[in-house]
T-cell receptor, first 113, second 110 residues
Framework: DAGVIQSPRHEVTEMGQEVTLRCKPI?????LFWYRQTMMRGLELLIY????????DSGMPEDRFSAKMPNASFSTLKIQPSEPRDSAVYFC???????????FGQGTRLTVV | GESVGLHLPTLSVQEGDNSIINCAYS??????FIWYKQESGKGPQFIID?????DKRQGQRVTVLLNKTVKHLSLQIAATQPGDSAVYFC?????????FGQGTRLTINP
């Protein structure tokens, strides 16, 4: 298994632009998580899905952030419009319902200038 | 005011020595814990886990100890190697999600 796959690995964009981060979870996993990691706040959970349904989005910072999971093998995290304070590493993780261990992707390093 | 970054606890050890990384939790009902290792430029990776019905669990060069009385767990790494340099997180499932501690940065002195 290739593990959790995220794209792009790096993204540099200008303030005000729309940014879309992508994630392919491990096949068979029915939970998917989006985390954000910064020096200020550490590793924060933004949102998670179970069977493609958003369960808890209380960590989404504001309406500029949205996440979708149209099917079991794909999820997106969108920021529109982006701001410099959104600069961070965004991780996607997945797990199966029978195993509490979450497997992480390599992350997307987002820089908003 | 001045912005301050998250101050990660840091542990520096000599290569070959044992490392002990600590984590405290608050919920006495917590019944499962995971230790993750995050190397520079990578996502967190599972190291070892422990359930609350255990006090100790051993893996390859790693041991996790759980003290439910004081709500504390530790990760011990034997004969620390340069490849052990990373940030180590304890994590706890809460409902369907996994909540992480702030992490400890382990650096190895040659």
């Amino acid at each position: 298994d290739a593990g959790v796959i995220q794209s792009p690995r790096h993204e540099v964009t200008e303030m005000g632009q729309e940014v879309t981060l992508r994630c392919k979870p491990i096949s068979g996993h029915d939970y998917l998580f989006w985390y954000r990691q910064t020096m200020m706040r550490g590793l924060e959970l933004l949102i998670y899905f179970n069977n493609n349904v958003p369960i808890d989005d209380s960590g989404m910072p504001e309406d500029r952030f949205s996440a979708k999971m149209p099917n079991a093998s794909f999820s997106t995290l969108k920021i529109q419009p982006s701001e410099p304070r959104d600069s961070a590493v965004y991780f996607c993780a997945s797990r199966s319902s029978g195993n509490p261990e979450a497997f992480f992707g390599q992350g997307t390093r987002l820089t908003v200038v | 005011g001045e912005s301050v970054g998250l101050h990660l606890p840091t542990l520096s050890v000599q290569e070959g020595d044992n490392s002990i990384i600590n984590c405290a939790y608050s919920n006495s009902a917590s019944d499962y814990f995971i230790w993750y290792k995050q190397e520079s430029g990578k996502g967190p990776q599972f190291i070892i886990d422990i359930r609350s019905n255990m006090d100790k669990r051993q893996g390859q060069r790693v041991t996790v100890l759980l003290n439910k009385t004081v709500k504390h767990l530790s990760l011990q790494i034997a004969a620390t190697q340069p490849g052990d340099s990373a940030v180590y997180f304890c994590a706890e499932p809460q409902g369907g999600k996994l909540v992480f501690g702030q992490g400890t940065r382990l650096t190895i002195n040659p």
